[in-house]
Each structure stands twice: as C-alpha cells, then as structure tokens.
C-alpha cells in the first residue's frame, strides 16, 4: 500500500472561503485520493465540495470499530489501496463513553492496527484552516515516515498565525 488520502467532516470546518479555503486546497493538492463523510446536505458541505475535486462519500454504514466514521475511513483506504490518511474533522476531540476513549484515540488504534499511518486534525471553525496548517500537511506528505512533535488537535489552531 502507498499514497495519501485526504477525508474531510465538512460540517463546521471554517474552510470554505478565504485563508481557509487556499489551505484546503493546497492540502488538497497533495493526497492522492478525497473523501468526505456523507452528511445532509449543507452550504459550508457544498463549498468544500467544491474546494475538494473528484472526492468520493463515505457512507454511513457499520460500526464494527465503535465509530461510524472509523470504518468508513478504513473501507476508503483499504479498497483504494492507501497507507496514510490526513482526517479533518471536528469530532476527534469528543470523548465516547461507549469506547472510553476519544474518537481520536479510537482511530488511532485503529488506524496503526490497519498499518495506517494518520495525520488527525480538528479544526476550529472560529479559526478556520490556516497556512501553517497546510504546510504541516505538505511536510506529512512529503515524508515517508513521520512523526508529529506538537499536538495536532484544535490547540494548535490557537498558536498558528
């Protein structure tokens, strides 16, 4: 397996315009294959939609793994062939009393079970996507193997310009 896909929850994501807009699609730009969970309908849906050319949906299916959106995510990489995900999306964070984890903790496990190496990013729609983000994303996608040295949750979001 190689190559990177990029799986974006289009709801609340502060992307669809401006500064947000250009670093969603240079993150765009560098993965091989897009994804969006399938959700209804919305406007910021329809702007990312369009920010994210030839993405497939990820539907709602299982929930083998606990998390609807997990096994979606696997399905995706595993029938496209693919060993590295960036995820957007803005529930990572959400802690699962069900799990007893967070969804972020979940997937990960998941994703190293499946030998998926995961870039898992939620972010702050008050914020936007910035640059800073973007160039993060290039940098995981130039390396083969890389190892994040700062948290890639919402926090980083309030120290990048």
């Known amino acids: 397996?190689?190559?990177?896909?990029?799986?974006?929850?289009?709801r609340r994501l502060g992307a669809s315009?401006?500064?947000?807009?250009?670093?969603?699609?240079?993150?765009?730009?560098?993965?091989?294959?897009?994804?969006?969970?399938?959700?209804?309908s919305s406007r910021e849906q329809a702007r990312v939609?369009?920010?994210?050319?030839?993405?497939?949906?990820?539907?709602?299916?299982?929930?083998?793994?606990?998390?609807w959106k997990i096994d979606a995510v696997l399905d995706f990489m595993a029938c496209r062939g693919l060993?590295?995900?960036?995820?957007?999306?803005?529930?990572?964070?959400?802690?699962?009393?069900?799990?007893?984890?967070?969804?972020?903790e979940a997937a990960e496990?998941?994703?190293?079970?499946?030998?998926?190496?995961?870039?898992l990013f939620a972010p702050d729609p008050a914020r936007s996507l910035s640059a800073s983000i973007a160039e993060l994303v290039e940098d995981f996608a130039a390396r083969r193997f890389w190892t994040p040295t700062r948290p890639l949750m919402a926090p980083l979001l309030e120290t990048a310009v």
């Open 1 to 10: 397996m190689s190559g990177l896909a990029l799986v974006v929850d289009a």
């Open 17 to 40: 315009r401006g500064a947000g807009a250009n670093a969603l699609w240079r993150m765009s730009a560098v993965a091989s294959d897009r994804a969006l969970f399938a959700r209804p």
């Open 49 to 67: 939609i369009g920010l994210l050319p030839q993405a497939s949906f990820l539907p709602a299916t299982t929930a083998e793994t606990g998390w």
């Open 83 to 104: 060993d590295r995900v960036v995820w957007l999306d803005g529930e990572l964070p959400t802690f699962d009393p069900r799990l007893g984890v967070t969804y972020r």
């Open 109 to 119: 496990d998941a994703l190293a079970d499946a030998g998926i190496t995961p870039f």
